[in-house]
């Protein structure tokens, strides 16, 4: 790996990884072919990258009644757009593709959310969540109430605010690493894999 091209901090050779990271990192880098640089860069803290992927896989790997995983991808989208964040917007994109099977609400979302082809629901949720990423004081109980308008659960509404707080850390993280998208990530969704 280069240094340089990955993180601003060290990087860890696989090898050197304790075994349950190892493990982890192997089967991400099976099932999608490659290893996302977000890994690389936050392995060197074993204990935070170990924290950082369990909240993550515990709010992103699920679909309930009012959030599918689709729909948490589009709110780390438009809300890593909102963030400035190259890296989460093109990876978190190629999810969209990929679990929307659409290849084109993810740049739709991250160019302007309003103007997105998505549900009444899924728009009533972008707009809490920019808020939340953007005036986080302005947030208020109307807000939820709305949520809980839309069919959301009392789990999906709490999903709403922890995803776009993890987010916030990852968008942030990412900046200060100067971690940069995999070439891998623009073409996924877009393309037939081979």
Partial sequence: MDQQRISRFPLVAAAD???????????VADASGFLPNVFAALAWRPAEARAFF???????DKDTPGLSQ???????VATSAANDCLYCVVAHGALVRIRARDRYLADQVAVDWRKAPVSERLAAVLEVAMRL???PATV??????ALRAQGLTED????????????ALSNRLVHWAAVPPNEEFYVMGRVPRS
């Fill in 17 to 27: 990884l304790p075994a349950d990271l190892q493990a982890r990192f192997a089967e």
């Fill in 54 to 60: 369990a909240l993550h896989d515990a709010l992103m």
């Fill in 70 to 76: 689709a729909d948490r991808e589009v709110v780390v």
């Fill in 133 to 135: 990423a953007l005036e």
């Fill in 140 to 145: 208020a109980e109307p807000d939820l109430a």
């Fill in 156 to 167: 999906d509404v709490w999903d709403v605010g922890a995803i776009v707080s993890l987010f």
